[in-house]
Structures are given as C-alpha cells and as structure tokens.
C-alpha cells in the first residue's frame, strides 16, 4: 500500500504532471475555513479535477509497469 498525498490540496498539477506555481492562485482557506465566496469553492473544485486527471495518468502508468 501507497499514500500519497494526490490529488489532495494544494492542488497543482497540470494533466500531463508539470506543477504551476500555486502560490499565484488565490487562496480560499484562511485560518483552516473557507472563505465566503462560491467562484472560490468552484476554482478550488476545478483544479481538485485537473489534478485527479494527474493521478489517473500516473496510476495508468503503475499498471502498465506491472502489466508488464
């Protein structure tokens, strides 16, 4: 068994693998609460997606390895 910690927050992987730099996005959790402000819930969730797309394309690439 493997932990890792993707696709869990920050979230900062393209699909591909290539990490931008999340520091520029906006922050929506201030003193661990989320901020009140629904387009900050919406980017958040958005980028969760495009970082699990990361894992799926890693994850394909773990069982092709042991496939083969």
């Known amino acids: 068994m493997i932990h890792t ?3 869990h927050n920050r ?3 393209y699909p591909d693998g ?3 730099n999340w520091r520029e996005v906006m922050d929506h959790v201030v003193d661990g609460v989320w901020i009140d402000d629904p387009l900050a ?6 980028r969760h997606l495009v970082q699990t797309v990361s894992v799926d394309r890693l994850l394909g690439e773990l069982l092709d390895r042991l496939e083969a």
């Open 11 to 13: 979230y900062r992987h």
């Open 18 to 20: 290539r990490i931008y």
């Open 41 to 46: 819930v919406r980017d958040s969730y958005r």
């Open 5 to 7: 910690l993707l696709p």
